[in-house]
Every structure is written in structure tokens, then in C-alpha cells.
């Protein structure tokens, strides 16, 4: 019978100067919170090439008892690295926090009691000022415009990767196997009950942000596409509109040839209306092309993710 109480999973990426730090944290303020419930520290390490993964395997070998390691073959992203870990966590309760310090590990228990207190499926945080990058602001706002229109999200919740979620909604969300996972769209497909919760946000403490412009693109276009068939109906909107403009165009430039008999032909025009129209059916194929060839990746069971080693209990089991 599983008695784990609460998994906290944590994705790893370049983290190897913080994750024993913030391991010992976690140990500090949970342990003495769960009153001898018992927890688990799940480190996913996606694809780091420097020496995350040697810092992360001594860790699992030294907290047997609550840690276990996941190592991925290659940098499969984020969203991949934690529904890794929400494949392979057994507790009531999973939290999700990222590596770098900028959610402190003792807001992990606020998140806890506030889905512990309501009938909550999942809580995210809520941050009364960010600190992050500007940049990463400004894609995070994006994001969270984006995410009303596409997914019907409530305005007032905001979306962000530290959450904890209720074990009935991880089988739920555990049961995607597409090679583009999006953690947030996956809950908000699966459930209404959501919650959220004050905490704080602290600055980086070592490097930069991973986001870069192609990785918060990537991210957006999983929105867009896997999530979402709006984009089809845009696509089918925007071409019926410049139909529509081309036809009324056409009817305009007849009467007045009518008309104005002596009127010169427009080349301008000619290419202008060329372009445009070409542009509108190119981004339609576009937009129809990555609909396919990601229903193509699907059906050819390209991974979620690769282990390429698990250590738990302190010994290498694959």
C-alpha cells in the first residue's frame, strides 16, 4: 500500500550549484511540517552536460530513503522532465518547483495546506510581484494572454510551474503519451477545480534564466497547436476574409474599367495583391503543416522522454 504522503518534483536543467542546497532546504522545512508523513524528492535531470548529474546521483545514494533520480537521455524540455516525474511519483500530493531558489522550499507547505483545506484539484502559486528577467516577464504576460484565448483559461489564475496537484488529476494527466507535453494545458483540459495561493518570488540566485526566445516560441507553439484548434479556425477565417476582400476587389476594379475605360492596368496593385494572398496561404499551410506533422510524430510513438538511469533507494535500477 503506498503511504507517501507528498512528492515534490523537481526538473533540473544546469542546476548542479543549487540542487544540493535547495535538497537540504526541502529536507529542513518539510520534514518537520508533515508531522512523520512521509515525502519524496524526485530530481529529473533533463539533459544537462555539465556535472548536474554526478551532483544529483551522490544525493540519491546519500537520502536513500527519499530521494529518487531520473536521468534523461537528452534535453526533452521542461513540461517533458515533469510529467517524467509525475509518471514515476507514488505521493497523495505532488508539488512542483524549479531549481533555482526563485520559489523558496518553505512555500511548498502553503501550497500544501491550501489544497489540503479546499476541494481544490490543483493550486498554482500567485505572486504578488515577479522577479524575474524582463524579458521573462514580458513572455510570461504573452503567455498568459495566449492561454485565455487558447485554453479558455480563467483570467484571474495565473498561470506558472509551481503548483501542487492532487493525485486523481496526475493519473489524469499521466495518461497524454504526445511527445509535446504542456503541463498547464493538460490540467486545464482535465479539471475546473483550481485554486491558487499568495507566495513569494525571490531573484535567481546563480546564473540566468534557461528560457530563452526559441525555447518560450516552442513552449507557445504547444499552446497553440496541441492544446487548441483555434488556430485552424483562424486559419479558415483569415482566408475567407482576404476571399471575400479579393472578390470584392476584383468587382471594384471591373466597374471602374467600366467606367474609366482609359484607367492603366496596376502592376502595383497586381503585386501587392499577390503577396498578400500568397502570405495568407502560406501561413495556412503553415499552420496546417504543424498540425500534421505533429499528429505524424505522435503516431510514430516518437518518446516523451528516455531514462537513462534511475536511482532509487540508493542503488541504479536501469
Not at 523558496?104 to 502553503?110: F, R
Not at 483545506?117 to 524579458?135: C, I, L, P, R, T
Not at 513572455?139 to 509551481?162: A, H, Q, R, T
Not at 490540467?187 to 483550481?194: A, G, N, Q, W, Y
Request: charged content about 20%; hydrophobic content about 40%.
Amino acid at each position: 500500500m503506498n503511504n507517501i504522503y507528498l512528492s515534490i518534483i523537481i526538473p533540473i536543467y544546469y542546476g548542479s550549484k543549487t540542487i544540493s542546497r535547495l535538497v537540504d532546504s526541502i529536507n529542513s522545512h518539510i520534514e518537520k511540517e508533515l508531522d512523520g508523513k512521509l515525502y519524496e524528492i524526485i530530481l529529473v535531470n533533463d539533459g544537462s552536460k555539465d556535472d548536474t548529474d554526478l551532483v544529483c546521483s551522490n544525493l540519491a545514494v546519500t537520502f536513500p530513503k527519499t530521494i529518487k533520480y531520473f536521468d534523461l537521455a537528452k534535453n526533452f524540455s521542461e513540461h517533458n522532465a515533469v510529467i517524467a516525474g509525475l509518471n514515476n511519483c507514488q505521493g497523495m500530493y505532488a508539488a512542483i518547483i524549479d531549481d533555482d531558489f526563485q520559489n523558496p522550499p518553505s512555500e511548498i507547505i502553503k501550497l500544501l495546506k491550501k489544497i489540503q483545506d479546499s476541494n481544490a484539484d490543483v493550486v498554482f502559486a500567485k505572486y504578488s510581484q515577479k522577479k524575474h528577467h524582463w524579458f521573462r516577464n514580458l513572455g510570461s504576460k504573452f503567455n498568459d494572454y495566449v492561454g485565455n484565448i487558447m485554453l479558455n483559461k480563467p483570467k484571474e489564475l495565473y498561470l506558472c510551474s509551481f503548483k501542487i496537484i492532487r493525485q486523481n488529476l496526475i493519473k489524469e494527466i499521466i495518461k497524454y503519451k504526445g511527445p509535446f507535453p504542456y503541463i498547464d494545458g493538460l490540467i486545464l483540459r482535465s479539471t475546473h477545480h483550481i485554486e491558487t495561493q499568495l507566495v513569494i518570488h525571490d531573484y535567481r540566485e546563480t546564473g540566468k534564466s534557461n528560457y530563452t526566445l526559441t525555447k518560450l516560441i516552442s513552449l507557445w507553439s504547444n499552446m497553440f497547436i496541441n492544446f487548441s484548434i483555434k488556430p485552424l479556425r483562424w486559419s479558415l477565417v483569415t482566408g475567407f476574409i482576404f476571399s471575400l476582400s479579393g472578390f470584392l476587389l476584383a468587382i471594384k476594379f471591373i466597374i471602374e474599367k467600366i467606367i474609366y475605360p482609359d484607367i492603366p492596368i496596376g502592376w502595383a496593385s497586381a503585386i501587392v495583391s499577390t503577396l498578400i494572398f500568397s502570405g495568407v496561404q502560406l501561413i495556412v499551410l503553415g499552420v496546417v503543416g504543424e498540425y500534421i506533422g505533429r499528429s505524424y510524430l505522435g503516431h510514430t510513438n516518437t518518446p516523451q522522454y528516455v531514462l537513462r538511469k534511475v536511482i532509487a533507494n540508493g542503488k541504479i535500477i536501469e
